[in-house]
């Protein structure tokens, strides 16, 4: 199993940017891909990015492509989303995954979840 922790999270102005963190604890993050969801009030949880396990691909909804890096720090067992020019829209809880699939986009394939961090944009 792998417990994960997200922080980062806060209150920015549109355009801005934020970096949250997932923190993975007891088995090695490497041993699942990771991803990033995220769930406005009223909506589903929906995809944001994906890491596979060994790094080397990524896969990022349309929405924030170009504006959104997903990475890892196999060091600090930790990922990362990079979050830049920031909108409105992207107001929501974001969520980090881990999954023993290939590199998943959606919530069915995940095994395991983060409490969530907020993330609020103002206009």
């Known amino acids: 199993q792998v417990q994960l922790v997200e922080s980062g999270g806060g209150l920015v102005q549109a355009g801005g940017s934020l970096r949250l963190s997932c923190a993975a604890s007891g088995r090695s993050g490497r041993d699942y891909a990771m991803g990033w969801f995220r769930q406005a009030p009223g909506k589903e949880r929906e995809f944001v990015a994906a890491?596979?396990?060994?790094?080397?691909?990524?896969m990022y909804a349309d929405f924030v492509k170009g504006r959104f890096t997903i990475s890892r720090d196999g060091a600090k067992n930790t990922v990362y989303l990079q979050m830049n020019s920031l909108k409105p829209e992207d107001t929501a809880v974001y969520y980090c995954?881990?999954?023993?699939?290939?590199?998943?986009?959606?919530?069915?394939?995940?095994?395991?979840w983060g409490q969530g961090t907020q993330v609020t944009v103002a206009s």
């Open positions: 995954a881990a999954s023993q699939f290939s590199i998943p986009t959606t919530v069915k394939m995940y095994n395991y």
């Open positions: 890491l596979s396990r060994s790094g080397g691909s990524t």
